[in-house]
């Protein structure tokens, strides 16, 4: 057996145990602890060593950014314990009773610029440069881990040599001349590069003096760009996820960082990622293409092998396929690598398949090894992760996320999603209820970047409207993030106000579920069969989905998110009727589900090019005909036109009219308000509440038109009728100066209730209680206890 062989098989039986081993442990840690301090909604603020002198107006819960590690290996953590930094922001958190996350990036690797003295001690780093004294000889390394794993002679802590890890090898056991040769991502030339980051309080004199001009040079970028001007100090490569000797390493350094900080949570960066949103920027790292190998021998037969004019599997290279595929005489390659047949062919959605399947395994183990670690030391520990919603497999995760805390914006293109644009128009609901649905918690943390000149003083209106957005689909705005020209939203007032609204109404806005109707399908295998080698064409699944759900948000229309892993008939039947929004890929199972939900009397609505492939047992492959042709019903309405893409209002409103269904929420508010249902079953009684939102605000003027009074009519749940209904209003606004809003409501026949709402600025929470008749509390707790 070959070393490259032994390798593969590494990889198989590694992510086996990995996942056998956390099933179990999941369930363990399920029955040991009966509530996790992050099932409650927790505010967080990002990086707060920023603001540490703000810590205590923010009103947050949660420290999220402190100990920054993964990048430069396990001595990154000596040198962070030798500047005191991040210990004193521990202990500052630990004063305010905050939670502690630390910050653990899986996705990347590098180096940062040290300085060593003549006694073989570091002087000071590349964030400390700017202060140097000047005095003394030093000399300038690129300290990372490289480095590290090198053991180099000018170490100035304890290298990969003293904790017994093992070295970085190419696929064919041979070492590499760079550790990042081993482990970077490559491009379909088999390229890889640093991406650099500069200091920007380092002087020319300082850079000369100090001999950081000798190993480094200057960069230059926009001025809204932060860090990407000037001396670079900074320099890192992303990682392939099939690596399986990155694998261990990962595993073994998140245990560390977990025993010897002892955090509340972890903050798992590019978690969830698997290089294929631009396949041929990143997808073809060396452990890519040689484990695709392996990964092609166990799901092609002979006879496709030889159909595919496949000769030997152990010689075959995906990029050598790529780049010489050609679908019509005189295609130019950039022109073949965006043709559509891509998302047919049998090999490319195998590899797709394969790199799914295999960096998703990567990043449930890390997940698992920091939960055994917090299992060692008795920590209930939070292991969230940028694990950003709409991005190829994220949904994929669920189960293996706490908390998804991730990168959004809404002001420009991000990655290959058109910008929603800001309010009145803009939504996000979209993004975070993908986001909540990932998420074990229940909701999620969402960072909403904009323009430098939108973020900070004279924008907090936007902030608290934004906030609020977020609250109302299931997630909470983090404060303090910023990266590149995205710049975090609000100041510590702003920030402070939404935050002792969240914290005063915890437990009421905690654990809440959508009261939906209408189920919007998201499905990540359809995502799939949208990637060319140049990336996702968006325009085969997400401009459709995002189109319904920002359509159905605007009409008040009660939706959440369907994750087509749960198109099963249990879960099929919360809903009154099921959008599937170019849902391309339906197992025959999903199928039937389908089929029997609409016989039992729920709708479907089906667009695009919904039904036209086989699941993942069948490699994604088109069907010979859609899936539709085998059942055909009336409450089951079908076309092949893109109507959300469109943002085809008319056409929409028309598939969703019902003879037999009403929607539970009518209102006399226009698309500038936004009405969300939840059902909290966590309190002593279920509660109905209501969210609304006032999207009208002049971004420019950052002015807020308050609504006028709303009249809303409510079709109750059944375990409200015969009750009596008690109804509690909190307006942010008010009650920062100590007043309440008053909603009158008025009961209708047929189990409906009418609410007269009053003005209001930005949101209001509208909670509903259902007592018996004859109600006292003595009575009322002992019949909870009873049911």
Not at 129 to 140: E, F, H, R, S, V
Not at 534 to 545: A, C, H, N, Q, R
Request: net charge neutral; proline share 5%; charged share 25%.
């Amino acid at each position: 057996m070959s070393r490259m062989e032994i390798c593969g098989m590494f990889l198989t039986i590694a992510q086996l145990c990995s996942l056998v081993s956390a099933l179990c442990f999941g369930k363990i840690l399920a029955n040991s602890v009966k509530e996790h301090w992050w099932e409650m909604l927790t505010p967080v603020v990002s990086d707060p060593g920023r603001i540490a002198k703000d810590l205590q107006k923010i009103n947050a819960i949660v420290g999220r950014g402190v100990y920054h590690n993964g990048w430069y290996g396990y001595w990154a953590l000596d040198d962070q314990r030798r500047t005191k930094h991040n210990e004193y922001i521990w202990r500052l958190l630990d004063k305010f009773g905050m939670r502690k996350v630390l910050y653990y990036d899986s996705g990347e690797a590098g180096d940062y610029a040290i300085f060593i003295g003549n006694d073989g001690k570091v002087v000071c780093n590349a964030w400390e440069l700017p202060w140097w004294d000047g005095k003394g000889a030093m000399t300038p390394y690129w300290f990372g881990l490289d480095a590290f794993m090198n053991d180099v002679d000018w170490a100035p802590y304890p290298t990969a040599k003293s904790y017994g890890l093992p070295p970085f090898t190419m696929p064919d056991g041979t070492k590499p001349k760079s550790v990042y040769d081993a482990i970077a991502r490559r491009d379909l030339h088999g390229q890889w590069q640093f991406d650099f980051f500069s200091n920007p309080k380092v002087t020319d004199e300082i850079a000369q003096k100090s001999g950081l001009a000798n190993i480094s040079s200057k960069q230059k970028a926009r001025e809204d760009v932060a860090e990407k001007s000037g001396w670079i100090t900074v320099r890192l490569i992303h990682v392939d996820f099939s690596n399986p000797q990155l694998l261990d390493y990962r595993c073994r350094e998140i245990k560390r960082l977990v025993r010897e900080i002892r955090p509340d949570g972890v903050h798992i960066d590019n978690h969830g990622d698997v290089n294929i949103l631009y396949p041929y920027m990143q997808a073809f790292g060396v452990w890519s293409v040689a484990g695709f190998r392996q990964w092609l021998q166990k799901h092609a037969t002979p006879e496709q092998l030889s159909e595919w004019r496949i000769d030997s599997v152990s010689q075959f290279d995906i990029r050598e396929y790529v780049l010489n595929k050609r679908f019509q005489a005189g295609q130019k390659l950039m022109e073949a690598l965006s043709d559509l047949r891509w998302t047919e062919d049998p090999i490319w959605l195998r590899f797709l398949l394969f790199k799914v399947e295999t960096e998703l395994n990567f990043h449930k183990a890390v997940y698992q090894a920091a939960k055994e670690a917090a299992a060692e030391i008795g920590c209930d520990l939070m292991v969230g992760g940028n694990v950003i919603p709409l991005f190829p497999a994220r949904t994929l995760l669920r189960g293996w996320c706490d908390i998804a805390c991730f990168e959004w914006t809404m002001t420009k293109q991000f990655g290959p999603i058109r910008p929603s644009g800001l309010p009145p128009e803009g939504r996000v609901g979209h993004a975070t209820k993908v986001g909540a649905a990932i998420s074990n918690a229940g909701y999620c943390w969402a960072t909403v970047y904009v323009p430098r000149e939108l973020s900070g003083e004279g924008h907090e209106n936007l902030h608290k409207l934004l906030a609020f957005e977020c609250l109302a689909n299931r997630a909470l705005l983090d404060y303090g993030h910023w990266f590149l020209d995205g710049y975090s939203l609000g100041t510590v007032e702003s920030v402070g106000f939404v935050n002792k609204f969240v914290t005063t109404h915890q437990k009421l806005l905690s654990k809440r579920k959508p009261f939906a109707e209408v189920a919007l399908v998201y499905c990540p295998y359809t995502e799939l069969t949208s990637i060319t080698p140049i990336g996702v064409k968006t325009s085969l699944f997400l401009d459709e989905y995002i189109g319904w759900a920002d359509f159905l948000s605007k009409n008040h229309f009660q939706w959440d998110v369907l994750l087509s892993q749960d198109l099963t008939t249990e879960d099929l039947r919360r809903f009154s009727v099921i959008v599937m929004p170019s849902i391309r890929v339906i197992t025959d199972e999903q199928f039937q589900a389908l089929c029997d939900y609409v016989r039992s009397g729920g709708r479907v609505i089906a667009t695009g090019t919904t039904g036209t492939r086989f699941g993942v047992s069948e490699y994604l492959m088109p069907r010979p005909t859609p899936i539709w042709a085998k059942f055909q019903h009336a409450r089951m309405r079908i076309t092949d036109g893109y109507v959300g893409a469109n943002r085809l209002e008319a056409e929409m409103k028309q598939l969703l009219d019902f003879e037999d269904w009403q929607p539970i929420l009518w209102t006399d508010a226009g698309k500038t308000v936004g009405f969300y249902l939840h059902w909290n079953g966590s309190m002593n009684a279920p509660i109905l509440t209501l969210d609304l939102v006032n999207y009208d605000i002049d971004v420019a003027t950052d002015q807020v038109k308050p609504t006028s009074p709303i009249k809303v009519t409510l079709r109750l749940p059944k375990y409200f009728v015969n009750r009596q209904i008690d109804v509690t209003t909190h307006d942010p606004e008010l009650e920062s100066v100590g007043q309440k809003a008053k909603v009158k409501v008025d009961r209708l026949p047929g189990g409906k209730l009418h609410l007269h709402i009053p003005t209001f600025k930005f949101y209001l929470c509208i909670a509903i209680n259902g007592y018996p008749s004859g109600f006292s509390h003595k009575n009322h707790s002992k019949e909870v206890d009873e049911r």
